[in-house]
C-alpha cells in the first residue's frame, strides 16, 4: 500500500494505491480514496453544514447533533442530505397529488468499460432499463450518489442542490467500447432486498477475464435522452442487473481508480463502494467497504408514492442548512450604548424543539461577547427567520474610529450556526479623531455624533449624552497653541503653521480671518486640517513690528496665540574666504544679522546659480555652508535667500579659481608612529582651506591600480562624508587623518599620522584631501608609501639610565639604536641638549651620532624643578617620537697630573678597606654559625609540620570517601549529569557563549528566505568541493585582517556545515594538515600545533572532541565527575572568601588563604518555600560554616534542595531571599548587607550566619525576594557572587569585605638572608611555606581522584578510541613524508594534538561535558591539575627551585611517574594494529548518523558566507588562478551564491 499524497494542509481524504502482487507478478491494482466526513466540515468553521453536504463524498449533516456523517440517518432531530444524495429526488413534479400515468422512458445507451464482458445480441443483459414513474429515484441504492459501483453511471448529479437540479447533458465517450442496448425490465414490485439476492455464480466469475486499459482509458458514460423526471437505473458490483463481477476491480491488472471529476465528467463525484472507505468518527458504522443501502422493510416504499421521499426529518443541498444571512437595518453600532442586532437567516426553523439555546457571539479584539439571542421563523413554505441579539452595551480599546466585529449565531454553547462570509457590524466611536467640537460636528452624518457638554466635554452619539448633560449647538472660540516659525522677513512670503483646537470646520470658515502680528495672512486651503492646523502666507508689513497671530471665526470668537510673531529684515555684511577651488567644498562663512529669520529649512545660501549647502550649528549673525562644483573659474555674487525673500552681499563676491593641482610628493617612508614630514608640491594649493592627508590600510590582495572597490559585483556602499563626521572604517578598511598646513601656492607640509601597528603587507594607501579633491600618492610618486617598524634608542647609560652622562668636551655623542633610518633622514631628527642643539652628523641603521654644544646647555625651563634637572637632559625627535636619553654632565677639568695629596689620600684608604674586609670576614663566620643552629631548628619544625599535614591529610581523605560514598549512592539514581551531544558539541565548538550563536534566526525577509535558503543550499553544495573548500581556508588565512578569533569561528562553523559528512571532513582535515606540516618544516617542525593560528588547528579540536565522545561518555566521565565533586566538597568544607575569592582548601597558591579564620561547621534544616509544593515541602539537612555569607549559605542550601535537577530547572538565587524561621511568628530576612552590618571606616564587613548568631540545627527557608533586582540581560550567574544587597545602605565609597581586609591580608614574605632569631613569631613570617600545607593536605586528599583520571586517559588495557590510533599514524606518516627521524618532535606533535587540543580543555571545563556550574575556586583547582597534566605530556624537565611555581613543587614527585604512564601510552599506541581508512570512515559515518541532530547547520552556512563576501575579491581571484577550479566552473557558481544570497548583481 503506497500513499499517494502526503499533504501539510488539512484535507479530508486520503487516496492511496492498492496492488496485489504473486512473487513479482501484479495481479491487480487500483486505487482507495479514505474520507472523512468530519474533517470535510471543520476545512469551513464558519459554514460547516453547507460544507458538508457540498462536498463530493456525499456527506449529511446531523442539525441537532452538529455532526457531519455519511450515515444515512441521525440519532436525533432532522438531518440534511447531500446534494448527492438518494434519500431526496432530484425533481419533485408530482408534490400536490398522485402522479398520473408513467410516461414510456426510452432506452438507455449503455457504453461498457473495456474490461467488461461482451454481449452477445439476443443474449440475457445484466444490465436493465427501468420504466420509472415520475418523482420516484431510481438510485436507491448508493449511499453516495447516483453512481455507486464500477459499471455505467448516471451523469444527473450536479454540484447544485438536487431540490433545483436539472439533467445534465450526456458526456462523450472518453474511452473505446462497443455501445448496446439493454432492454431488461425492472420490475417495480422488486425490493431491494431482492436486488442483491442473486450473486453470480463462481463461474461466471471465473469467466471475466482480465483487461489492461490503456493509461488514457476511462470509466464509461451513459448518453442519456430521457424526461426530466426519468433517469436510468444505476447498478453495482456483484448486484443484479450488474454487468460485471463485484470483485472485477481486483482483476484488473495494473489499473487505478480514477480521479471523481473523471468518472463524472466534471459534474459531481461519484465513487465505487470497492474503492472507498469513510469515516467520520463513528467506529461501530466501519464494518469494511459499505455496501449499497439498503432501505428498511418497514418503509412504505412504492414507486406510485413519490411522497416516502418528503419526510420532514430529511432535507438536501447546501440551501436546506441552517443559516445566518445577514444584518437586518444598518451595520454602524456606537459604543457604550444599548441596542439591539437584528438579524435575517433562513431554515433555522430546524432547530425547533433542539437541545440548547440560542446566543449572539461577537468576536470583539480577540474577545467573545456573547449575549442571548431570539429566533422567529416565517410559516411554511417560507424558509425566512429573524433573529434578535439582546441590547448590549459594547466598546473597545484600539484608537480607531470605526472597528469591525465578528458576528454568528451559537447554540448550546459550543455548536456555531452557518454564517455568511464576513458577516460583521461595525461598531463606531465618536471620541476618537474627534477631540473638540469643531471636528465632532463634522464627523460623518451617520455617526450621529453631537459635542456634549459637561464636566466633562467629548463627543458621543446622542444616545449617550446624558440628560443632565447638553449637547452643544455652537463650538466655543478658536484656541491657538503654537505658532512656527516666530519670525519671518518684512517682506512676506513666509509659510506659517498654526496648530490649535476650534480653528473652524471648514476652510471658508477660516478664510480672510487670519493675521500675524496684525497683517492678513493669507490661508493655503490645501493644507487646512480641521479645527487642528492651518497653513498661511504672511503678507508684506514694510518695516520690522511683532506681534500675536490671530484667527478668527464668524460668530464663535477669535483666538489670540501666546507668543508673539516678529517681521525682520536680515542682512549679510561679509563673507569668508572670498575664493575657493572650482570643485567646491569651500566652507564659507557669511557675517550678518537676524540671519536665522522664518523657517531654517526655508534657507538657502546660493553663489551665483550653484548652492552652497548649509552646515550644522548656525547662529542668528553668522551662516556657515559649503559650496558646490562651478563648471569653470567666475567672480559670482553671494545671496541669501529666506523662503522667497533675497538678500545679497552687497560689497563682496566669491571668486571660483582653478583647482590645486599636485604635481609630486615625498618622501616615500614613515615610522609606524607617524609625524614624518611630507612636502607636497603642485599650483594652486593656497587656494585650498583644509587640506588634510588620509592613511588607508588596505588589504594586500588588493593592488593600488584595482581600488577599494569591487571588480566583479555591483555592490551599492553608503559613501562616506569627507567631513569630520567621516568614520574611521570605509569600505572595511580603517584610515587614519592629520591636517596639513598651506605654505604657500606650491607647497602643504603633511605629517603623517600614526598607525597602532605595523600591517601585514607594509603597502598602504596615502591620500591628499584638498577640500572636495583627492590625489592618491601613488600617482604621485613611482615608489609606493610604505610604514616602517619605530626605531629604538638606547640610553646614554646603559647600565644605569638615572646616573648622568659624563661628557667630555670634544667629543662626539654615540647613540645605539634599531631601524634609525628605515624612515628617517639625518636632517630630520632633531636632537637637543637642554635647549642647545646636538648637530647630527651621521644616522645609519643602528647608530646616531652628533656634534654637542661646545659649553653645556641650560637645562629646558620647568615650573617645579629637581635636584637632577639642575642638568641638560638629551632628547632626540623622530617625527611624532621623543626619545628621552638621560641627563648630561659635562666634565670641568681637562686631564693632567695625578696631584700628590690624592695619593696620599688613596693610599690610606686602601689600607682602610683591607681593614674592613677583615672585620666582615669574621664577622660572616659567627653569623654563618647561628644561622646552622637556626637551621636544624627548622628542620625539626618542618618534620613535625609535615607529619601534622600527613596526619590531616589521612582525616581529610577518609573524611572525603565517606561523602563521595554517599555520592556514588545518588548517581546510581540519578546518573551522572551528562549533556547531550548537541550541548556538549556546541559548548566545545563556541566557548566563551552562553549558548550557540547560530541558534537564531537568518535575519532575511520572508519575501527572500525562499531565495537565501536556496543560496544556501548551493554553498553547502559548493563546500563539498573539496578544491573549493582549501582554496577557501588558504585564502583567508593569507588575508592580514583574518584574526584567530575568525579562524577559530571559520573553523567551527564549517565543522558544524560538515558534520553529518564526516568523512570528507576528515579528508578535508588530512589535506590541509599535510599543508600545515609542509610550512613548519621549512621553519621550526615542534612549533607546530602549539597555537591556534590557522583553521586546521581548531578544526583538528572539533574533530577530536567528536570522535572522542563517546569514550567521554563510557569510560572518562566518571572519574572526571568524582574528582569535579571532590573538589567541590574540599572547597566548600573550608572558609572561602566571598570578596577576594581565597579559599583555605585550594591547590593553588594564588586562591590560598593565607589567614586562621575561627569557624565551626553548622547543620541547617533547609525548607524550600517557593514553586506548587512549597507548603508540603520536608525540610533538608544542609552542611554550611558559621563563618559563610548568607549568599554562600543560600547557594548550599540550592545544591541540596535541587539535587538531581538540571540548572536550567533551578531558581536564579538573585530571586531568592533567606529566611531564618525561629518558632511560629519568627521570622527575619538574612542578607548579605543591611543595617546591621559593621562599618569600620571604609569598610563594610558582610554579614554571615555567625553574625546573626544563627545556631546549629536551626531552620531556615529560601522564600522570593521583597525587592526586585534587574537581572542584566546574557549575564551567566557565578556561583558565590553577592546578592543585590538592601537599598537602605549608604554606597557612597564604602568597601565590602569578608574574611580578611585586603589591606590587612598577609602577603607570603620574602625569605630573608639574615638571622632568624626574634622569636617563634619571626621564624613562621619568615617561612612562607607555612601557609602552603593546606596545599598540600589538599593534594594529599584530592590524589587518588587525580590518579583515577589521569590512569583512565592515559591507559591501554582497554582499547583506544580509533580516532586518536588513526591520527597518530597520521602523524607518523608525515614525519616519515617530510623525512623526520627525530622522536621528540613526533612526540610533541602527538602531545599538542590530543592532550593540549583536547584533554586539557575538558579537565579544565567540566561544564562542557557535565551539567554543572564551577566558580572561581574550583577553576583556579582545575588549572592546577590541567596544567600537571600537560607537564607529564611535555619531554622538557623542569628543574625545580625556590623561585619554581608552587604547582610544580606539589607534583614533583608525581610528574615523573605521569610521564611513564604517557610515554608508554604513546608507545602501545605506535605497536598496535594500524587503523585503516575503511575502518575509520565507517566509525565516522557510524558518528554522523548517531549525531545527525540539527545544530543550526543552515545558520552555520549563513555566517560562512559573511567571510566569502567579506574577502569575496581574494577567494573570486583565486578560483581563477587555478585551472582546475575554471575547469569546475566554482567561481561561478560562487557568482550564483552570491546573486541568491544577497539578492545582488554579479558578472553573471
Not at 634608542?793 to 638615572?802: A, G, K, V
Not at 586562621?1156 to 539537612?1181: F, H, I, M, S
Request: hydrophobic share 35%; glycine share 8%; aromatic share 6%.
Amino acid at each position: 500500500m503506497r500513499p499517494q499524497c502526503c499533504q501539510e494542509e488539512p484535507v479530508d481524504h486520503v487516496s492511496v494505491s492498492v496492488e496485489l502482487r504473486f512473487g513479482a507478478v501484479v495481479i491487480a491494482k487500483t486505487s482507495l480514496s479514505f474520507y472523512d466526513c468530519v474533517a470535510v466540515a471543520e476545512l469551513r468553521p464558519s459554514a460547516q453544514c453547507q460544507a458538508c453536504v457540498s462536498s463530493r463524498w456525499g456527506c449529511n449533516w446531523c442539525v441537532w447533533q452538529h455532526l457531519c456523517t455519511h450515515k444515512a440517518s441521525c440519532d436525533t432531530g432532522p438531518m440534511v442530505a447531500s446534494h448527492q444524495s438518494p434519500l431526496v429526488s432530484p425533481a419533485h413534479p408530482a408534490r400536490d397529488g398522485p402522479s398520473p400515468s408513467p410516461p414510456t422512458a426510452p432506452k438507455a445507451l449503455v457504453t461498457p468499460a473495456p474490461n467488461t464482458l461482451p454481449v452477445e445480441p439476443g443474449a440475457p443483459s445484466t444490465a436493465t432499463t427501468l420504466d420509472i414513474s415520475p418523482g420516484a429515484s431510481p438510485s436507491l441504492l448508493s449511499p453516495w450518489g447516483p453512481w455507486a459501483g464500477s459499471g455505467p453511471i448516471s451523469s444527473l448529479s450536479s454540484t447544485e442542490s438536487p431540490l433545483h437540479e436539472e439533467p445534465s447533458p450526456p458526456n462523450p465517450p472518453n474511452g473505446p467500447g462497443t455501445t448496446v442496448p439493454a432492454p431488461t425490465d425492472f420490475r417495480p414490485t422488486a425490493t431491494p432486498e431482492d436486488l442483491l439476492a442473486s450473486p453470480l455464480s463462481p463461474s461466471e466469475v471465473a469467466a471475466v477475464p482480465p483487461a489492461d486499459p490503456g493509461p488514457e482509458a476511462l470509466p464509461p458514460t451513459v448518453p442519456l435522452d430521457l424526461p426530466p423526471a426519468t433517469v436510468p437505473a444505476t447498478t453495482f458490483p456483484g448486484a443484479m442487473g450488474s454487468v460485471k463481477p463485484a470483485l472485477d476491480w481486483l482483476t484488473r491488472e495494473g489499473s487505478e481508480l480514477p480521479e471523481a471529476d473523471e468518472w463524472t465528467g466534471g459534474d459531481a463525484p461519484a465513487f465505487s463502494t470497492s474503492t472507498l472507505l469513510s469515516g467520520d468518527g463513528d467506529s461501530a458504522e466501519l464494518e469494511g467497504p459499505p455496501a449499497p443501502l439498503i432501505l428498511p422493510s418497514s418503509l412504505d416504499y412504492q414507486y406510485d408514492t413519490p411522497g416516502l421521499w418528503e419526510l420532514e426529518e430529511v432535507t438536501s443541498g447546501a440551501s436546506s442548512c441552517p443559516c445566518v444571512e445577514s444584518v437586518q437595518g444598518s451595520t454602524l453600532m456606537p459604543v457604550h450604548v444599548e441596542r439591539e442586532i437584528r438579524l435575517l437567516g433562513r431554515n433555522l426553523h430546524l432547530f425547533q424543539d433542539g437541545p440548547g439555546e440560542n446566543e449572539c457571539v461577537m468576536e470583539l479584539e480577540g474577545l467573545e461577547v456573547v449575549v442571548e439571542a431570539r429566533v422567529e421563523c416565517e410559516p411554511p413554505p417560507d424558509s425566512q427567520c429573524h433573529v434578535t441579539c439582546q441590547q448590549h452595551q459594547l466598546s473597545y480599546e484600539a484608537l480607531q474610529p470605526e472597528l469591525r466585529v465578528g458576528l454568528f449565531l451559537r447554540r448550546a454553547g459550543r455548536l456555531r450556526v452557518d454564517s455568511a462570509e464576513g458577516l460583521h457590524v461595525v461598531l463606531y466611536d465618536c471620541s476618537v479623531g474627534h477631540g473638540d467640537c469643531s471636528r465632532c460636528q463634522t464627523a460623518m452624518p451617520q455617526y450621529g455624533c453631537v459635542w456634549c457638554e459637561g464636566e466633562r466635554p467629548r463627543c458621543v452619539t446622542r444616545e449617550a449624552c446624558g440628560e443632565a448633560e447638553a449637547v452643544a449647538t455652537q463650538c466655543p472660540a478658536p484656541l491657538i497653541h503654537s505658532v512656527e516659525p516666530l519670525t519671518g522677513p518684512v517682506d512676506g512670503g513666509t509659510r506659517v503653521t498654526i496648530r490649535g483646537s476650534n480653528l473652524g470646520q471648514h476652510v471658508q470658515d477660516v478664510l480672510g480671518m487670519v493675521t500675524v502680528a496684525g497683517v492678513p495672512c493669507a490661508v493655503v486651503a490645501q493644507e487646512y486640517e480641521v479645527s487642528s492646523s492651518l497653513v498661511c502666507i504672511t503678507g508684506a508689513s514694510g518695516e520690522e513690528v511683532a506681534g500675536a497671530a490671530a484667527v478668527e471665526v464668524l460668530g464663535r470668537g477669535r483666538g489670540v496665540s501666546e507668543h508673539d510673531f516678529a517681521y525682520q529684515d536680515p542682512k549679510v555684511h561679509s563673507i569668508f574666504p572670498t575664493r575657493g577651488p572650482r570643485a567646491g567644498g569651500t566652507h564659507l562663512t557669511l557675517n550678518g544679522s537676524k540671519l536665522l529669520t522664518g523657517r531654517l529649512e526655508d534657507i538657502r545660501v546660493v553663489v551665483g546659480d550653484q548652492p552652497c549647502h548649509l552646515l550644522p550649528g548656525q547662529q542668528s549673525e553668522q551662516l556657515r555652508c559649503e559650496t558646490s562644483p562651478c563648471p569653470a573659474p567666475a567672480t559670482l555674487p553671494v545671496a541669501v535667500w529666506f523662503g522667497a525673500t533675497e538678500r545679497r552681499l552687497q560689497r563682496g563676491q566669491f571668486k571660483y579659481t582653478f583647482d590645486p593641482n599636485i604635481t609630486s610628493a615625498g618622501p616615500t617612508k614613515s615610522f609606524l608612529s607617524g609625524g614624518r614630514e611630507i612636502l607636497v608640491r603642485g599650483q594652486n594649493l593656497d587656494v585650498v582651506q583644509t587640506p588634510r592627508i588620509r592613511v588607508t590600510v588596505v588589504s594586500r590582495m588588493l593592488q593600488p591600480s584595482q581600488g577599494l572597490g569591487r571588480r566583479r559585483r555591483v555592490v551599492p556602499e553608503t559613501a562616506c562624508s569627507l567631513g569630520p563626521s567621516c568614520s574611521s572604517q570605509h569600505a572595511g578598511h580603517p584610515w587614519f587623518e592629520e591636517l596639513c598646513h598651506v605654505n604657500s601656492s606650491q607647497l602643504i607640509t603633511c605629517r603623517t599620522p600614526a598607525l597602532p601597528g605595523l600591517p601585514e603587507d607594509p603597502w598602504v594607501r596615502v591620500e591628499f584631501i584638498l577640500d572636495n579633491l583627492i590625489f592618491d600618492f601613488a600617482t604621485l610618486n613611482p615608489t609606493p608609501f610604505s610604514y616602517e617598524a619605530d626605531p629604538t634608542l638606547q640610553p646614554l647609560n646603559p647600565e644605569d639610565p638615572t646616573m648622568p652622562f659624563r661628557h667630555k668636551p670634544g667629543s662626539v655623542f654615540s647613540v645605539e639604536g634599531e631601524n634609525l633610518d628605515l624612515a628617517m633622514s639625518k636632517e630630520e631628527v632633531v636632537a637637543m641638549i637642554g635647549d642647545g642643539p646636538c648637530v647630527v652628523k651621521t644616522l645609519t641603521r643602528h647608530h646616531l651620532y652628533c656634534e654637542p654644544p661646545v659649553e653645556q646647555p641650560l637645562p629646558q625651563h620647568h615650573a617645579l624643578r629637581e635636584a637632577l634637572d639642575s642638568l641638560p637632559e638629551f632628547t632626540v625627535q623622530m617625527g611624532n617620537l621623543r626619545f628621552s636619553l638621560g641627563h648630561v654632565q659635562y666634565d670641568g677639568e681637562s686631564p693632567g697630573a695625578f696631584p700628590v695629596a690624592a695619593q696620599v689620600g688613596l693610599g690610606v684608604g686602601t689600607s682602610l678597606l683591607a681593614l674592613g674586609v677583615i672585620i666582615i670576614v669574621l664577622m660572616y663566620r659567627r653569623k654563618s654559625k647561628q644561622a646552622l643552629r637556626d637551621y636544624k631548628k627548622v628542620q625539626i619544625q618542618l618534620e613535625n609540620l609535615e607529619s601534622s599535614v600527613r596526619d590531616r591529610c589521612k582525616k581529610e581523605f577518609t573524611d572525603l570517601m565517606t561523602e563521595m560514598t554517599d555520592l556514588t549512592s545518588d548517581l546510581l539514581g540519578s546518573g551522572i549529569p551528562f549533556l547531550d551531544y548537541k550541548v556538549y558539541a556546541e559548548r566545545i565548538f563556541f566557548p566563551g557563549h552562553r549558548e550557540s550563536p547560530l541558534h537564531r534566526d537568518l535575519g532575511v525577509p520572508e519575501s527572500r528566505r525562499p531565495t537565501v535558503e536556496q543560496g544556501l543550499g548551493q554553498l553547502s553544495n559548493l563546500l563539498n568541493s573539496k578544491l573549493f573548500l582549501t582554496k577557501f581556508i588558504h585564502t583567508l588565512e593569507s588575508q592580514r585582517t583574518f584574526s584567530a578569533r575568525d579562524r577559530a569561528y571559520v573553523a567551527s562553523l564549517l565543522t558544524v556545515a560538515l558534520h553529518g559528512k564526516l568523512e570528507y571532513f576528515t579528508d578535508i582535515l588530512r589535506t590541509l594538515l599535510s599543508d600545515l606540516v609542509a610550512q613548519y618544516v621549512a621553519k621550526n617542525p615542534k612549533l607546530m600545533l602549539r597555537r591556534t593560528e590557522t583553521v586546521v588547528e581548531k578544526l583538528l579540536t572539533n574533530w577530536m572532541s567528536i570522535c572522542l565522545y563517546t569514550f567521554v561518555r563510557d569510560s572518562v566521565g566518571e572519574p572526571l565527575y568524582m574528582l569535579f565533586r571532590g573538589i567541590k566538597h574540599q572547597v566548600d568544607k573550608g572558609p572561602v572568601d566571598s570578596v577576594t575569592g581565597k579559599a583555605k582548601y585550594t591547590l593553588n597558591d594564588n586562591r590560598l588563604l593565607r589567614e586562621d579564620v575561627e569557624y565551626r561547621p553548622l547543620t541547617l534544616n533547609a525548607l524550600l518555600a517557593v514553586g506548587p509544593e512549597a507548603g508540603e515541602a520536608q525540610g533538608v539537612p544542609v552542611k554550611v560554616l558559621d563563618c559563610d555569607t548568607i549568599s554562600q549559605a543560600k547557594e548550599k542550601m540550592l545544591d541540596q534542595l535541587y539535587k538531581g535537577v538540571s540548572l536550567t530547572q533551578r531558581p536564579d538565587p538573585r530571586t531568592l531571599d533567606v529566611e531564618w524561621r525561629s518558632g511560629v511568628a519568627g521570622h527575619l530576612i538574612l542578607s548579605d548587607e543591611d543595617v546591621t552590618s559593621e562599618v569600620q571606616g571604609l569598610w563594610r564587613r558582610l554579614n554571615t550566619l555567625q553574625h546573626y548568631k544563627v545556631p546549629d540545627g536551626a531552620t531556615v527557608a529560601l522564600v522570593p525576594c521583597l525587592t526586585k533586582h534587574v537581572l542584566r540581560e546574557n549575564q551567566d550567574y557565578v556561583p558565590g557572587e553577592r546578592t543585590p544587597m538592601l537599598e537602605d545602605v549608604d554606597e557612597g565609597g564604602i568597601r565590602p569585605w569578608h574574611l580578611v581586609k585586603p589591606s590587612d591580608e598577609p602577603e607570603p614574605p620574602r625569605p630573608r638572608r639574615g638571622s632568624l632569631r626574634g622569636g617563634e613569631r619571626e621564624r613562621a613570617k619568615a617561612i612562607p611555606e607555612i601557609y602552603l600545607t593546606r596545599l598540600l593536605s589538599m593534594k594529599g586528599t584530592l590524589q587518588k581522584f587525580v590518579d583515577d583520571l589521569f590512569q583512565v586517559i592515559l591507559s591501554t588495557s582497554r582499547p583506544v578510541p580509533l580516532a586518536v590510533k588513526y591520527f597518530f599514524d597520521l602523524l607518523d606518516e608525515q614525519a616519515q613524508q617530510h623525512g623526520i627521524s627525530d622522536q621528540d618532535t613526533i612526540h610533541i606533535w602527538k602531545t599538542n594534538s590530543l592532550p593540549l587540543r583536547f584533554w586539557i580543555n575538558i579537565i579544565k571545563n567540566p561544564q562542557f561535558v557535565f551539567d554543572v556550574q564551577t566558580s572561581d575556586n574550583m577553576d583556579a583547582v582545575l588549572l592546577v591539575i590541567a596544567q600537571t597534566f600537560m607537564d607529564a605530556c611535555t619531554l622538557a624537565d623542569h628543574k625545580l627551585g625556590r623561585d619554581s611555581p608552587i604547582n610544580k613543587l606539589l607534583y614533583a614527585r608525581d610528574i615523573p611517574r605521569y610521564k611513564q604512564m604517557v610515554e608508554r601510552y604513546y608507545a602501545d599506541i605506535r605497536q598496535a594494529v594500524p587503523a585503516s581508512d575503511q575502518e575509520m570512515n565507517s566509525v565516522l559515518a557510524e558518528l554522523s548518523w548517531n549525531y545527525s541532530g540539527d545544530l543550526g547547520a543552515r545558520v552555520a552556512l549563513h555566517e560562512l558566507y559573511k567571510y566569502i563576501n567579506k574577502y569575496y575579491d581574494q577567494i573570486i581571484t583565486a578560483l581563477e588562478e587555478d585551472g582546475t577550479a575554471q575547469k569546475m566552473q566554482l567561481g561561478y557558481r560562487l557568482q550564483q551564491i552570491a546573486a541568491a544570497v544577497e539578492n545582488k548583481v554579479t558578472d553573471l
